[in-house]
């Protein structure tokens, strides 16, 4: 049980160039969420999805989309990388709540470092 | 949700109980207080969550005020492998769980 895999861990774009970041968990989440962290701030969420084929904006969903195609899956996509994009990347996934199953915690990945140069 | 306040940093002596408080005061009835952890160069932990009773667990104990206003996480025996930045979130009871991170407490275990 490899709980949230993400890869790649590191990655250097140049401004314009485009890369997709793979999440994938294996304890059959429904929920799915992609993350980005700052220096100094903390987690802000980009999008998320409550089941497969769905998918939603978060609080900072601009300049990313997003698809999940299958349920262990969700990927996180960068058309044109910008120099503001240089983060790291968190994805986490969770149970969907229900009533005798409320407030599954989220386990998330360990990361994907990326710079925009 | 409701919006914490935590303070920004904290010591504590290894080996000691580490005593973590978060303000809460407009948290509605029906959400829950997580708390995560995140160590460096690492993703968030979960930690422990609770609604209006403690709760223990075998990383930590959460004590929730009657008011439900604040709380305060304990790690009981602190090691040096705590030393994390420690969030506490309220978030609704039920939907899609978009956690909330505020800053956080850094708390520092020194040996």
């Known amino acids: 049980n490899a709980g949230v895999t993400q890869t790649p861990k590191f990655r250097v774009l140049k401004t314009g160039q485009s890369m997709t970041l793979l999440c994938a968990q294996d304890m059959n989440h429904e929920y799915m969420y992609w993350y980005r962290q700052d220096p100094g701030m903390g987690l802000r969420l980009i999008h998320y999805?409550?089941?497969?084929?769905?998918?939603a904006k978060g609080e900072v969903p601009d300049g990313y989309n997003v698809s999940r195609l299958k349920k262990q899956n969700f990927l996180l996509g960068l058309e044109s990388a910008a120099p503001s994009q240089t983060s790291v990347y968190f994805c986490a996934s969770s149970y969907r709540s229900t009533e005798s199953s409320y407030n599954s915690p989220l386990h998330f990945g360990n990361g994907t470092r990326l710079t925009v140069t | 949700d409701a919006k914490t306040t935590q303070p920004p940093s904290m010591d504590c002596a290894e080996g000691r109980a580490a005593n973590l408080p978060c303000n809460h005061s407009?948290?509605?009835?029906?959400?829950?207080v997580y708390w995560y952890r995140q160590i460096h160069s690492q993703g968030p932990q979960y930690i422990i969550h609770?609604?209006?009773n403690n709760e223990t667990n075998e990383m930590a104990s959460l004590i929730i005020t009657e008011d439900r206003k604040s709380s305060t996480l304990i790690l009981p025996h602190a090691t040096l492998r705590d030393t994390a930045v420690y969030y506490c979130i309220a978030r609704p009871i039920q939907g899609a769980q978009k956690l909330v991170f505020g800053q956080g407490t850094r708390l520092t275990i020194n040996p």
């Open positions: 999805s409550v089941g497969e084929g769905t998918t």
């Open positions: 407009t948290i509605s009835g029906n959400e829950y």
């Open positions: 609770g609604l209006k």
